[in-house]
């Protein structure tokens, strides 16, 4: 079954600690991309991937990194997370250079930082 | 300037009728496909339904219908015979074939649907 996998899907942390978020899709995609949604401003991207070891910024990337070691794996870091970084997150992937593909978004991650 | 503009944050609609959800759009990239995606309660984006901006005839699937005018920049979503299953936030989202193919969301609809 194709599918974009995120884990953990319910994290509650305190500020500070360091915490990392898996994304793994099994479709060969080339595009990764993370996104936040907060209410009232709908999906915002963080960093996105276009392929293996090439990422960038997204709208809001200040507090998180990534990396793109394996075309399968996006995982998002959080070094020193803050309440602020208290959000729903979700990773998705696609097709390159397609207008015309579908994101496929994981379940989602929500996160607590206190 | 925003790029995906949905400006229906909250919409009622009685159980079988039909609903329009707006959504108007901003680029310059003539290459382009715009989305809707629905996101019931428990979390997860589910893809509905798509319009490439070249396609001549609007997208359909099933009871969703996208209203798409180029002219007007805008790619309202129309859902026939509405079930309560149907409420749920709804986004709409773009995709350039410049700016690295990123994806823009809207701020979404809630959508209630009344039995």
């Known amino acids: 079954e194709a599918q974009v996998t995120q884990n953990p899907r319910y994290l509650i942390t305190v500020t500070g600690k360091k915490l990392t978020v898996t994304c793994s899709q099994n479709m060969n995609h080339e595009y990764m991309s993370w996104y936040r949604q907060d209410p009232g401003l709908g999906l915002r991207q963080i960093y996105y991937?276009?392929?293996?070891?090439?990422?960038d910024k997204g709208d809001v990337p200040e507090g998180y990194k990534v990396s793109r070691k394996e075309k399968r794996n996006f995982p998002l870091i959080l070094e020193s997370p803050s309440p602020n970084q208290t959000s729903l997150y979700f990773c998705?992937?696609?097709?390159?250079?397609?207008?015309?593909?579908?994101?496929?978004f994981g379940q989602g991650t929500r996160l607590t930082v206190v | 300037a925003q790029k995906i503009t949905q400006t229906q944050p909250g919409m009622f609609v009685q159980e079988k009728e039909a609903v329009t959800l707006d959504c108007t759009y901003d680029?310059?990239?003539?290459?382009?496909?715009l989305f809707w995606y629905k996101q019931p309660s428990s979390g997860e984006m589910i893809f509905l339904i798509y319009q490439g901006s070249y396609d001549q005839q609007n997208a359909t699937e099933g009871r969703y219908s996208l209203n798409f005018q180029k002219a007007r920049k805008s790619a309202n979503l129309v859902i026939s015979a509405s079930q309560l299953g149907d409420s749920a936030m709804y986004f709409c989202?773009?995709?350039?074939?410049?700016?690295?193919?990123?994806?823009?969301f809207g701020t979404g609809t809630k959508l209630q649907v009344i039995p």
């Open positions: 989202a773009m995709r350039e074939r410049w700016g690295y193919q990123k994806v823009t």
């Open positions: 991937s276009m392929n293996v070891e090439v990422t």
């Open positions: 680029t310059s990239d003539p290459s382009y496909g």
């Open positions: 998705a992937s696609s097709l390159q250079l397609r207008t015309n593909t579908e994101a496929f």
